[in-house]
Nanobody
């Protein structure tokens, strides 16, 4: 059974930083990539950042490029997201997700496994 658990969310002021963590278990041995997505109130879920499991590439949405950094942890099936220079528009529930087979990761519906999310609130 696959379990993906996010942590590290919270309340932060504009310009502040947070680091999110995702620990997964039960994922297939041959995993293609993992990533972070977010969903703000009243909006669709959107791609934030992704990394392939061999850590040969990373991808970012334009809205977070230069401010957020995705890392693959040393422990099996863990990733984190370092978020700097946070803005009120970054407020959302952040989800960790994983994809088994190669393909586009920028589409949330392309991901196979999901966590339940962690809330990030950036106050102005």
């Amino acid at each position: 059974q696959v379990q993906m658990v996010e942590s590290g969310g919270g309340l932060v002021q504009t310009g502040g930083s947070l680091r999110l963590f995702c620990a997964a278990s039960g994922l297939p041995k041959n995993l293609y990539a993992m990533g972070w997505y977010r969903q703000a109130p009243g909006k669709e879920r959107e791609f934030v950042a992704g990394i392939d499991w061999r850590a040969t590439w990373t991808k970012y949405s334009d809205s977070v490029k230069g401010r957020f950094t995705i890392f693959r942890g040393n422990a099996q099936r863990t990733i984190s997201l370092e978020m700097n220079s946070l803005k009120p528009e970054d407020t959302a529930v952040y989800y960790c997700a994983a994809k088994e087979n190669s393909g586009i990761i920028q589409r949330p519906d392309a991901m196979d496994y999901w966590g339940k999310g962690t809330l990030v609130t950036v106050s102005s």
